[in-house]
């Protein structure tokens, strides 16, 4: 037991340097994050024994795994923002957006939460947070607020993000059902997808005096968001459960808003367009929006849901085995059907329609892998650590230790080992394949449901995600923020705590009344 116990607190050290790097500190991003890859490597050799060649060969696992798709996805969608800033194509949307409701906290919630779950749903890789967040401070909210608002609002959408692969994911690892698991998911996440909206709010708008007079709006974004997601779970599975979703809330939203659209905003919250006059006729409108309409398009008509196109594409694929270690498996990449390529072309076609040369084009790429240099290195600093602790075992022992230490009350911990996981791989799909088995063996060895505990990984893992130095780095470099990871992490870390507490209550206290109910 004293082994185990010594070993899991080793294994969390690299964590523990994050944190206090960041928060005590106050380190860069990517300074904080090499260094935690230095400790895991010194880690990993000497404490874990793991032979050079197999922790040299898992880092470029890593480093491989970071550029393609990650940061392609990222340098994508920030270079659809920035190319619509240089064509003007963002004022106009701005103010389309501000004429459906000039109110800072109903843009919060059709642009953060409606249209942030959107792209969660279709794309994920960090879209959801680097577009929505680009956009509302290119709208004039203070960038800081706008990447908190989107950072809360990607947290739970995740288990069903990129067309449900992170559930489909677990389901495959652990052996479970996928349609009574997705169903357990949305159920356990019903409390968040009505409390988050709110949360929203409070931090776009400066504090809770923010919820005056948007209460019954918020509520409904709310609640129609985690409705059909219900619905779509319990009868068709994963994949279509966020896209139904924030399409339904984005319409109730909308309806609601245009509802009070002649009640006064107070001064503080008003976001009234300036930069474009005059009323928008349908062909600049279309122009203006093309790139983000191609990219649902594009990422539509090529995912699993029109299969023989994302059939036909998946053979543009490689699988090769890059880390030597004997736990290791193989890396898949796909050369064309991965969100970044998709979002590049649409953004090309929609420069193209908006009159941007290509040396625009070209030096609006140049400028944005500058602003991402920084991110760069976070997150392939990032992913070797994740991949050295996988393959080395120190993410096993960490895990085995807050089973041991907890026994029965392993419900109570479940979201924080999940939440922890997510935090060193920044991917609510990787925390799945490396913890998903681990909660429903701790589920066999204690009597509970296996749907239950695989439900709480997905809803830890989307609170840890947040926290994690790859989603701070990437809502950082999309609003111009390099460098200042510590101002993000301190920002949301006491929304995430409260998410995490009420995590652990409801999965440890409800799974024995809700269990038998779902038939689980």
Known sequence: MGEIIFRGILALLPIIWLIVALTGLKMAGHKACV??????????????????????????EGFASALWPIILVIIAAIFTYNLSLKTGAMDVIKQMLTGV??????????????????????AGFGTAIAIPAS????????????????????AFPTAFGSVGIPTVTLANVTGLDALPLAFTTVV???????????????????????LKGVVGITLV?????????????????????????????????????????NAEVPAEYNMR??????????????????????????????SKLVSPINSALAGFSTSVK????????????????????????????????????????WETLVATVKQMSKTIVTIMSVLAVAKIMTYCGMINDMATFFV???????????????????????????????????????????????????????????????LSPQCIATAAAAVGLIGQDSKLLGGIIKWAVLELVIACLVVGLLGGILTPILGI
């Open 404 to 466: 041991s230490i907890t026994g029965s009350f392993y419900p109570f911990v479940a979201p924080i080992i999940a939440a922890l996981g997510a935090f060193i791989t920044g991917s609510g799909t990787s925390t799945e394949v490396l913890l998903g088995s681990l909660q429903t063996a701790a589920a066999q060895q204690i009597g509970v449901s296996e749907f239950w505990l695989a439900a709480a990984n997905s809803t830890g893992a989307g609170i840890g995600k947040i």
């Open 221 to 261: 974004s709310g609640a129609s968001f985690v409705l059909p997601q219900l619905i779509v779970a319990k009868f068709t599975g994963p994949e279509l459960a966020v896209i139904v979703g924030c399409v339904v809330s984005l319409g109730c939203t909308i309806l609601m808003a245009r509802s009070r659209k």
């Open 188 to 210: 356990q996440m019903i409390p968040f997808m009505i409390l988050v909206p709110f949360l929203m709010v409070i931090v776009g708008g400066g504090g809770v005096k923010a």
């Open 135 to 154: 956009m509302l401070a290119g709208m004039g909210m203070n960038p800081i607020a706008a990447c908190l608002v989107c950072m809360l609002a990607n």
């Open 35 to 60: 260094g935690a890859l230095i400790i895991t490597i010194l880690e990993s050799l000497f404490l874990w024994k793991m032979p050079v060649i197999d922790c040299a060969t898992s880092a470029l």
């Open 273 to 302: 367009a300036e930069g474009v006059h005059g009323k928008i006729d349908g062909r600049k409108a279309l122009a203006s929006w093309l790139p983000f309409i191609l990219i649902f398009i594009l990422l539509l008509i090529t």
């Open 101 to 122: 409701s000039a109110d800072k906290r109903v843009l919060v919630l059709l642009i953060g939460w409606c249209f942030g779950g959107f792209m969660e749903g279709m």
């Open 322 to 361: 890059i880390s030597t270690s004997a736990n290791a498996g193989k890396a898949s990449f796909s050369w064309i059907n991965t969100p970044g390529i998709w979002i590049f072309v649409a953004a090309i076609i929609g420069g193209v329609v908006q009159k941007a040369s290509a040396k625009v084009m």
